[in-house]
């Protein structure tokens, strides 16, 4: 099992940064790669970034340029380093990690960003 606990979350204006955290435990040594999703009201949970242990990354085109994420093993965290904010980026955001042996996907309980003025 892994316990996957987010943080970093607020309240922030357009054009403006947020960096997002998780954290992850348990049995983290069979964790392949770890991911942010969001859902915005109404909508379907989207991918937003993924890391691999082996330093592969994926970005959604709505996020290329404005979006890092990035892993500190020492901390078995990953973060999600958002700048250039939009109101479009409201949504509810998600950590993720994909264990294997056999493959299973964790969720974290999510933390609210939104943006407005």
């Known amino acids: 099992q892994v316990q996957l606990v987010e943080s970093g979350g607020g309240l922030v204006q357009p054009g403006g940064s947020l960096r997002l955290s998780c954290a992850a435990s348990?049995?983290?040594?069979?964790?392949?790669?770890m991911a942010w999703y969001r859902q915005a009201p109404g909508q379907q949970r989207e991918l937003v970034a993924r890391?691999?242990?082996?330093?592969?990354?994926v970005y959604a085109d709505f996020v290329k340029g404005r979006f890092t994420i990035s892993r500190d093993n020492a901390k078995s965290t990953v973060n999600l380093q958002m700048n250039s904010l939009k109101p479009e980026d409201t949504a509810v955001y998600y950590c993720?990690?994909?264990?294997?042996?056999?493959?299973?996907?964790?969720w974290g309980q999510g933390t609210q960003v939104t943006v407005s003025s």
């Open positions: 348990g049995s983290i040594g069979s964790i392949y790669a």
């Open positions: 993720n990690a994909m264990w294997v042996g056999p493959v299973i996907y964790f």
């Open positions: 890391l691999t242990n082996g330093g592969n990354t």
